[in-house]
């Protein structure tokens, strides 16, 4: 062989190395293309569906819960950092809403209702969970 045919052996090698890594490119590159055109077809949606959500501290304990429950009732409610429940902003099935305060002990404070006629009621418990006062 002479020194030309070696060195067209050499080039021929080296344009084929070339040309694979260029087409393993290539097919890289498209795929690429491919996935972000796809990716661009879905709408992200803007719904999240759940029959509960609960909402944790950095710690791992429950602050919030919002719910429905097997009697129809929905319910969110807010806990202290001890996990005691302070604030309940309720419907229930027959249509009477209402938000409760509750005391560090977990009894009620204050009730804010409206009953399934329209009509609120707004009541004040003591320290014994008595009634002190309330609205008509």
Partial sequence: MTAETTDLQALQHRLERESRRLKQIGVVVLAGIVGAVLM?????????????????DASGRT???????????????????????????????????????????????????????GRALLALYDKEERLHWQTP
């Fill in 63 to 117: 602050r919030a819960e919002l719910g429905t429950a097997p009697d129809g009732r929905v319910a969110l409610v807010l806990f202290d950092q001890n996990g005691r429940s302070r604030i309940e902003l309720r419907v229930l099935s027959d249509d009477r809403v209402g938000l409760l305060l509750y005391s560090k002990d977990e009894k009620p404070s204050a009730a804010l209702r409206v009953l399934s006629d």
């Fill in 40 to 56: 661009g077809q879905v709408k992200a949606s803007r719904v999240v569906q759940a029959e509960k959500f609960v909402v944790q």
